[in-house]
């Protein structure tokens, strides 16, 4: 059974709401036409002529998804972030360096996507469960969806 040395949690209330209705669809191209890009260095033509450098105004593509998760709750929702960096030398595994920079990085970003984050550090099999067992067993009828973030090995 795997177990981890205990070690404090980080629990992050964020209260602020996610605005702007931005649309930033993404566009799968099997050969990109990269005619059009900006370039610091303007293009010769084969006959020595100079071609002139592209505007931004077409160098962006505006797409509509067939299809959009529905955002419009309460709350953007919960996200769980389990950071195992430690273990108990029985496990045979190694101190995970440099996983607290990645859990507060991810934490800032589902920060500011408008999630509530708890962050729960070096926690055994059981204690995992538990969280996790919790989690789904709260109201999340106002949120719009829900993270959970397991960083430890593989």
């Given at each position: 059974?795997?177990?981890?040395?205990?070690?404090?949690?980080?629990?992050?209330?964020?209260?602020?709401?996610?605005?702007?209705?931005?649309?930033?669809?993404?566009?799968?191209?099997?050969?990109?036409?990269?005619?059009s890009?900006?370039?610091?260095?303007?293009?010769?033509?084969?006959?020595?002529?100079?071609?002139?450098?592209?505007?931004?105004?077409n160098?962006?593509?505006?797409?509509?998804?067939?299809?959009?998760?529905n955002?419009?709750?309460?709350k953007?929702?919960?996200?769980?972030i389990?950071?195992?960096?430690?273990?108990?030398?029985?496990?045979?595994m190694?101190?995970?360096?440099?996983?607290?920079?990645?859990?507060?990085?991810l934490?800032?970003?589902?920060?500011?996507?408008?999630?509530?984050?708890?962050?729960?550090?070096?926690?055994?099999?059981?204690?995992?469960?538990?969280?996790?067992?919790?989690?789904?067993?709260?109201?999340?009828?106002?949120?719009?969806?829900?993270a959970?973030?397991?960083?430890?090995?593989?």
């Open positions: 059974e795997f177990t981890a040395k205990m070690s404090g949690d980080q629990h992050v209330d964020h209260s602020a709401q996610q605005s702007g209705d931005e649309d930033y669809g993404d566009v799968v191209d099997a050969k990109p036409d990269r005619s890009r900006l370039s610091l260095f303007a293009k010769k033509k084969k006959n020595g002529e100079e071609q002139p450098k592209s505007s931004l105004s160098q962006y593509r505006i797409v509509t998804p067939t299809f959009q998760y955002m419009d709750y309460k953007v929702g919960k996200c769980i389990i950071n195992n960096k430690n273990f108990e030398d029985k496990t045979g190694g101190t995970r360096n440099g996983t607290d920079k990645d859990a507060g990085d934490a800032k970003s589902f920060e500011s996507l408008g999630f509530d984050v708890c962050t729960y550090n070096d926690r055994s099999r059981d204690d995992m469960e538990k969280l996790l067992k919790k989690a789904a067993e709260e109201n999340h009828s106002d949120a719009a969806c829900f959970c973030i397991l960083l430890s090995h593989g």
